[in-house]
């Protein structure tokens, strides 16, 4: 049986990211079954605003891969943000 309810996604944060909203993982609400990882930033930016001036930098990371902005997430994948490293 089909259901009408939003569906959703739970992200695991790198370390900085975790510490502005105070715990390793986030759940969003999806309106639909995938979407783009530049929509689902778009969606994180919106449910949690501490995040949100990450939401231009952060990678996003699934099945070991960075994806690109235009690249769908389907619901049931594992998915990691992480911060963008700074190195030298």
Same mark, same amino acid.
């Given at each position: 049986?089909?259901? +009408? &309810?939003?569906?959703?996604?739970?992200? /695991?944060?790198?370390?900085?990211l975790? %510490? #502005? @909203?105070?715990?390793?993982?986030?759940?969003?609400?999806?309106?639909?079954?995938? @979407?783009?990882?530049? $929509?689902?930033?778009?969606?994180? &930016? #919106? $449910?949690?605003? /501490?995040?949100?001036?990450?939401? +231009?930098? !952060?990678?996003?990371? &699934? #099945?070991? /891969? @960075?994806? +690109?902005s235009? %690249?769908?997430?389907? !619901?049931? /994948?594992? !998915? !990691?943000?992480?911060?963008?490293?700074?190195?030298?």
């Amino acid at each position: 049986m089909a259901s +009408d &309810a939003a569906s959703g996604l739970s992200i /695991r944060l790198g370390r900085l990211l975790a %510490e #502005e @909203v105070g715990r390793p993982f986030i759940f969003i609400a999806l309106p639909k079954q995938a @979407v783009t990882v530049a $929509q689902l930033r778009r969606l994180i &930016a #919106e $449910q949690y605003p /501490r995040l949100q001036s990450w939401m +231009d930098h !952060v990678l996003v990371v &699934a #099945e070991g /891969r @960075v994806l +690109d902005s235009s %690249e769908a997430i389907p !619901v049931g /994948r594992q !998915v !990691v943000l992480l911060p963008p490293q700074a190195g030298g």
